[in-house]
T-cell receptor, first 114, second 115 residues
Framework: EAQVTQNPRYLITVTGKKLTVTCSQN?????MSWYRQDPGLGLRQIYY???????DKGDVPEGYKVSRKEKRNFPLILESPSPNQTSLYFC?????????????FGPGTRLTVT | DQQVKQNSPSLSVQEGRISILNCDYT??????FLWYKKYPAEGPTFLIS?????DKNEDGRFTVFLNKSAKHLSLHIVPSQPGDSAVYFC??????????????FGKGTKLSVKP
């Protein structure tokens, strides 16, 4: 089954404790991206990657890191999480770099930072 | 400032009737528009899209209309079904940023279809 998976689905952590949210897709997609969804703000792009070893900042990259060592994986790293990073996070992927509109989203990771 | 606006946070419709979800945008460089549907505890799923060279795109019960002069698009669902109850996000992309795949999303409209 074609899908985007994220782990963990739920995470409660404390300020400053490094964490990684994994994202994996099995569709051989070139393009991958991370979004966060906050009440009243919709979905905002954090980072994106157009291919292996190619990553760039989205609209809200502060406090996050990413890496793309393999085509299928695109982990999101919070080196020192803060309460304002409490949010619902979505990973997405799409086939064509030049046409990334129809993005497939993962199920989401709900992160709480206390 | 918000470039994609969905001014109705919620909409309630009777089963079998038409649902109309609206979306306004401010950036005249946007040239591709999409609608995503999101159920609770799931990621958004792509529903339908439209390019700025068109003013209408239809897919089964779903039709998207684009009025470029008014910077307005709408999603029509006919007939509405209880399974359509979800949050609907409007999203837009501009040509200059297309390679980023940067979709600018609205805040969403929660549609409730009552049996």
């Amino acid at each position: 089954e074609a899908q985007v998976t994220q782990n963990p689905r739920y995470l409660i952590t404390v300020t400053g404790k490094k964490l990684t949210v994994t994202c994996s897709q099995n569709m051989n997609h070139e393009y991958m991206s991370w979004y966060r969804q906050d009440p009243g703000l919709g979905l905002r792009q954090i980072y994106y990657s157009m291919n292996v070893e190619v990553t760039d900042k989205g609209d809200v990259p502060e406090g996050y890191k990413v890496s793309r060592k393999e085509k299928r994986n695109f982990p999101l790293i919070l080196e020192s999480p803060s309460p304002n990073q409490t949010s619902l996070y979505f990973c997405a992927s799409s086939l064509y770099r030049g046409q990334p509109y129809e993005q497939y989203f993962g199920p989401g990771t709900r992160l709480t930072v206390t | 400032d918000q470039q994609v606006k969905q001014n109705s946070p919620s909409l309630s419709v009777q089963e079998g009737r038409i649902s109309i979800l609206n979306c306004d945008y401010t950036n005249s460089m946007f040239d591709y528009f999409l609608w995503y549907k999101k159920y609770p505890a799931e990621g958004p799923t792509f529903l339908i899209s439209i390019s700025s060279i068109k003013d209408k795109n239809e897919d089964g019960r779903f039709t998207v209309f684009l009025n470029k002069s008014a910077k307005h698009l709408s999603l029509h669902i006919v007939p509405s079904q209880p399974g359509d109850s979800a949050v609907y996000f409007c999203a837009a992309s501009e040509g200059s940023r297309r390679s980023q795949g940067n979709l600018i999303f609205g805040k969403g409209t929660k549609l409730s279809v009552k049996p």
